[in-house]
């Protein structure tokens, strides 16, 4: 289980940060002065980008690997988190919803594929139980810090410094996210070029 804790330590930063951003995301929305329905409209286009853009996605993991796929889609959150910041109006903030909603995709297809291979079958409940409550202890912590910085920095700040914070734990995936095992045996396997050549 040492591999999906380091996993789980790998992306806590992101947890943590959206549970800093979506606490406060509609609020900051509605201060573009969008009705109800638009900002409904904009997360349904992020939900969407997501449906469609995850078969493609999944299959991307298998040829390149989950971890790649994984601190790839921690860097979109980058851009995204970023890009709230910088929104200037509802066309903004549409593009920046459905990278949005893709990278989401990434995420839980690359996290959980990426589990499933570091653990035996009889295993996956328990190491899925610890991915799902380091989710839960970054939204616990996320909340309650956003509604904080939001209201002594202001919105964009906020989403700046999740930005930034997401930076940091990309490099600490860099460091410690466990390699992809699959694509590692793949290697192994493959024949040295002393061996094809003979």
């Known amino acids: 289980?040492?591999?999906v804790v380091l996993l789980c330590l790998a992306i806590f930063p992101l947890l943590i940060c959206s549970g800093i951003v979506y606490t406060i995301l509609s609020l900051f929305i509605a201060d573009?002065?969008?009705t109800k329905t638009q900002i409904g409209f904009l997360?349904?286009?992020?939900?969407?980008?997501?449906a469609i853009s995850s078969p493609l996605l999944g299959r991307l993991g298998d040829k390149i690997g989950k971890r790649p796929l994984l601190i790839g889609a921690m860097a979109l959150f980058v851009f995204v988190f970023g890009g709230f910041a910088l929104a200037r109006n509802l066309k903004d903030l549409l593009l920046i919803m459905i990278i949005e909603g893709s990278a989401w995709g990434a995420i839980g297809i690359s996290a959980t594929s990426l589990i499933a291979d570091l653990v035996p079958s009889e295993r996956r409940g328990t190491a899925l139980g610890i991915y799902n409550t380091a989710w839960n202890l970054g939204w616990i912590i996320?909340?309650?810090?956003g509604g904080m910085f939001s209201d002594n920095f202001g919105?964009?700040?906020t989403f700046l410094f999740a930005s930034l914070f997401i930076l940091g734990g990309i490099i600490l995936a860099l460091l410690i996210l466990p390699q992809d095992p699959k694509k590692a045996s793949d290697s192994k396997d493959e024949p040295s070029e002393?061996?094809?050549?003979?």
Do not use: E, N
């Open 1 to 3: 289980m040492r591999k």
């Open 32 to 34: 573009f002065g969008t």
């Open 43 to 50: 997360y349904t286009s992020s939900a969407l980008a997501g």
């Open 142 to 145: 996320g909340p309650i810090v």
């Open 155 to 157: 919105f964009r700040k």
């Open 194 to 198: 002393v061996a094809q050549g003979s």
